[in-house]
């Protein structure tokens, strides 16, 4: 063989050794490092006298809850609410998505052999802003992609409160009014009609149903404040409305907008002006004309530039005592573009610097438990512009809030910021 061959065999090979030699040292350097336990215990052989999984609890009552078929209506019905969710569910993904999974109800007749208290329905309009998107609202609602749902009896409370409004009150979906996708001022008159046939159920204590309404833009709170009027009476009923806008404006010809409804319910007489009541106004609109109408008009308005000023604590117990110096009945509107857009990103308008959840939420359970709310509605949730659905769970929770606020009510928990003394504090002073 040639010597040059030979001796480039050598080289490849001595590289081979080298590399070996290296390996051999960096495996041993390795393993000198390494922490992974190595018991003798780790190394003996498997037991099979050991349970493989912690056992279940066969004696839990909840033990086949989720597979248990809720209710057999394979013989027909009798007037009522219908539960239509299959099996027991805990969470917004399972059953068929209707408001917190919560029975359905079709006609009037079912709202009142039910003895219903409150009937929550959609009202998909989206024509009254330029900005779409809140036609979506009622479904994602209805969605309620990450929030519980009811479980029936096995349900928990509002924690603040320890009530629990989905076992103190029945509550119903009563579907959806019908809306002319094209037409704002076809539509207000369907959910008008819708709206008044909810209120118009008288219950055998006396009151009648209060008609919860998703939206849908905001101008379906004329049509929605316009049907209980109809039942209660033309002045007879006060609106809280919380807003980051002032929504009393007529522009470009249209009388009824998401921008014109206050307007529209004072001038046709539905609400004096000494009744309305604004809650969160702020960013550029109106103007001063527009405050100084207001003020003509009797309007109470609490601005964020009041919150600035006076602080929240002082703002909110003010809101509380007007909502109880007006008529006796009240309607109260959330605009979800109130809350700040870190919380609700997903509404037509959004304006920086609002409400908190932590301001907005005690306030309507206290509205809802300290005076008469004979309607509400949540309006303006655009869930396509809600890509962590964050205004989707507080959405959820604002309902939720007036819903424990209704059910406080009907248990004679009225006085003034009610808490629950175990909830809020510890005991152990
Ligand atoms: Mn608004």
């Known amino acids: 063989m040639d010597n040059n061959i030979k001796s480039g065999i050598a080289k490849r090979l001595f590289f081979v050794f080298l590399l070996a030699v290296i390996n051999s040292f960096s495996t041993a350097a390795y393993a000198f490092l390494d922490d992974t336990p190595d018991s003798d215990r780790e190394k003996a052989p498997a037991k099979h006298d050991v349970k493989p999984v912690i056992p279940l609890d066969k004696a839990d009552p909840t033990y086949d809850v989720w597979k248990l078929i809720r209710d057999d209506l394979s013989k027909g019905r009798e007037p009522g609410p219908i539960n239509v969710q299959r099996f027991w569910g805990g969470f917004g993904f399972q059953g068929i998505p ?52 009811t479980w029936g009896e096995f349900s928990m409370p509002h924690m603040g409160a320890m009530v629990n409004p989905f076992a103190e009150l029945t509550i119903v979906d009563y579907g959806d009014a019908p809306v002319d996708p094209l037409s704002t001022e076809r539509s207000v008159h369907e959910i008008r009609k819708y709206v008044r046939e909810i209120a118009s159920v008288k219950l055998k204590n006396g009151k009648h149903v209060i008609p919860i ?137 959004p304006e920086p610097g609002g409400l908190t959840p932590r301001e907005a939420f005690p306030l309507v359970r206290r509205l809802c438990a300290e005076s008469n709310v004979i309607g509400f509605d949540l309006v303006e949730f655009a869930p396509e512009r809600d890509p962590t659905y964050v205004s989707g769970l507080n959405a959820n929770r604002i309902v939720r809030e007036c819903l424990t606020g209704i059910a406080m009510r009907k248990k004679g928990i009225t006085q003034e910021h009610y808490l629950s003394p175990l909830t809020s504090d510890d005991g152990r002073k």
Request: glycine share 12%; no cysteine; proline share 5%.
């Open 98 to 149: 209707t408001f917190f999974r919560l029975p359905v109800a079709l006609v009037p007749e079912d709202l009142e052999a039910g003895q219903v208290d409150v009937a929550i329905m959609g009202a998909h309009t989206d024509m009254g802003l330029g900005s779409r998107g809140a036609s979506r609202g009622p479904a994602a609602f209805r969605e309620a992609r990450y929030e519980y749902v």
């Open 213 to 349: 309404i998703i939206g849908g833009d905001h101008s379906l709170t004329y049509p929605n404040v316009a049907g209980v009027t109809d039942v209660y009476g033309k002045g007879n009923v006060g609106v809280i409305h919380f807003d980051a806008h002032y929504d009393a404006t007529m522009m470009m010809g249209h009388m009824i907008t998401h921008g014109a409804w206050v307007k529209r319910l004072i001038v046709d007489g539905h609400v004096p002006g000494k009744n309305y009541i604004q809650v969160g106004l702020r960013g550029y609109y109106p103007d001063k004309e527009s405050f100084e109408w207001m003020r003509k008009e009797g309007f109470r308005y609490h601005p964020m530039a009041e919150i600035e000023r006076r602080g929240w604590d002082a703002v909110m117990e003010d809101i509380i005592k007007e909502a109880k110096d007006g008529p006796e009945y009240l309607f109260i509107s959330f605009d979800l573009d109130t809350l700040d857009p870190a919380f609700a990103p997903g509404t037509g308008t």
